[in-house]
């Protein structure tokens, strides 16, 4: 089992940043990829980015274009997304994901664990 606690959610304004976290905790963090994904009100939920235990990445870059950078700390069982020139459609739940011993992938069913999300509202 893995737990997974995100934070750093709030309100900005366009342009502005923000950097998420997610705490995991229980099964080793290390042998997890993890994800970012969001959900806006009556969309699906949409990949962002994704990490795996050895930092190679991956984006949506249709719909980050290079503004947010995922990262993670091992040694504080966290991983964080760092959101830069926020648009008003950032606007979502951001949900942190954790899948074990696998690649980096983009799919939703492909994560185990989920956390509760945490609210990004991004004015115009």
């Known amino acids: 089992q893995v737990q997974l606690v995100e934070s750093g959610g709030g309100l900005v304004q366009a342009g502005g940043s923000l950097r998420l976290s997610c705490a995991a905790s229980?099964?080793?963090?290390?042998?997890?990829?993890m994800g970012w994904f969001r959900q806006a009100p009556g969309k699906e939920r949409e990949f962002v980015a994704a990490?795996?235990?050895?930092?190679?990445?991956?984006y949506n870059f249709d719909s980050v274009e290079g503004r947010f950078r995922i990262s993670r700390d091992n040694a504080k069982n966290t991983v964080y997304l760092q959101m830069n020139s926020l648009k008003p459609e950032d606007t979502a739940v951001y949900y942190c994901?954790?899948?074990?011993?696998?690649?980096?992938?983009?799919?939703?069913?492909?994560?185990?664990?989920w956390g509760q999300g945490t609210q990004v509202t991004v004015s115009s």
């Open positions: 229980g099964r080793s963090f290390n042998s997890n990829t």
């Open positions: 990490i795996t235990s050895f930092g190679g990445t991956l």
């Open positions: 994901a954790a899948r074990p011993y696998g690649a980096a992938r983009s799919t939703a069913d492909d994560y185990t664990y």
